[in-house]
């Protein structure tokens, strides 16, 4: 059975998460320190104890799930454990990235850095809110945000299962698409919890930030194939995974259509790495014959060993 890592990005963090890692294994131990080394923070001690209100801060979330997930990738490449494919959905392609050792641990961990700080910070500078809008057509949510741009900006930010879209942008713009989303028949419109407009425009400042660190990292040549966020397409080229991470950053993450492509290539069965049921939700509604697996704790990986 042909098999892929998912990795999830922001929205899958909770208090907790990594602790029995810790616990268990050395290299978690390293991983965690490496860590607060490169961040100038304690992440291991947020990421157990929490606040959740401090956990869910962009500049503390995209480290905690890109270092939770990378360590839990080591341990299973450690154990020869194989795989045929990757991707991440936003933050998580970097997980996905590292996981098939296109960059270190380390430079990784530098680029994640680098982009959850300035896309916190682009959210301060251009204040900016997203939605979710579900069992409501493409077409139909795209005009929902044509009829909103007399109030802002406001565009498609994710396209995460055939039901469920994400919108993002400038908070009377979205709010007003909500309300045209409701008028063309959508079954549920909320407007999500988050410190920036991600996926839009907005986020042009870490664009730019972006743009200079990237080039400064290494990279090698993907051995198997990974799916990007724009254009749902797998690479091995790379000037193109780095022009794909940057322009992630201001264009819709293309969930559906990644899925829909890795499940043409024959991918059969997905692992989601790391904590939370988000990637699994989606990719159930996208194809609801894909075998499923999650593995976020000592208990997964021991599963996963002994298959």
């Known amino acids: ?40 923070f304690d992440l291991a001690k947020i990421c157990f104890e929490g606040p959740i209100s401090e956990l869910t801060q962009t500049k503390i979330t995209q ?6 997930s990378s360590i839990i990738t080591h341990i299973l490449k450690e154990n020869s454990i194989t795989f045929d494919a990757v991707a991440g959905h936003s933050l998580g392609e970097y997980s996905a990235l590292y996981s098939i050792d296109v960059f270190s641990f380390e430079n990784g961990l530098q680029l994640v850095k680098e982009r959850g700080e300035s896309m916190q910070y682009a959210g301060k500078q251009n204040p900016g809110t997203m939605a979710a809008i ?30 469920q ?31 920036g407009a991600f996926h839009s425009p907005l986020m ?6 972006l743009t200079k660190t990237i080039n400064t990292v290494s990279f090698k040549k993907p051995t198997i194939p990974i799916y990007g966020n724009v254009d749902a397409q797998s690479c091995n080229s790379i000037p193109k995974l780095k022009q794909k991470l940057i322009k992630q950053i201001e264009n819709p993450v293309l969930w559906l ?4 492509n890795m499940r043409n290539d024959g991918i059969e069965k997905f692992i ?12 159930k509604r996208i194809d609801p014959k894909s075998n499923l697996e999650g593995i976020s704790t000592v208990a997964d990986i021991e599963r996963i060993l002994n298959e």
């Open 1 to 40: 059975m042909k098999t892929a890592l998912v990795f999830p990005g922001q929205a899958s963090q909770k208090v907790g998460m990594g602790k029995d890692l810790y616990q268990n294994y050395d290299i978690a131990k390293e991983m965690f320190k490496i860590a607060e080394d490169i961040l100038k």
């Open 63 to 68: 480290p905690a799930l890109y270092v939770v």
């Open 134 to 163: 579900i069992k409501l057509d493409k077409d139909k949510i795209l005009k929902a945000c044509e009829n909103a741009s007399q109030f802002g900006l406001v565009k498609i930010a994710n396209i995460n299962s055939p039901h």
């Open 165 to 195: 879209i994400a919108i993002s942008g400038e908070k009377d713009a979205v709010q007003s698409a909500m309300k045209y989303a409701k008028d063309l028949g959508a079954k549920i419109v909320v407007e999500l919890e988050v410190s």
């Open 204 to 209: 042009r400042y870490a664009t730019d930030v």
């Open 257 to 260: 259509d990644t899925i829909n």
């Open 272 to 283: 989601e790495v790391g904590p939370g049921k988000v990637l699994r939700g989606l990719i």
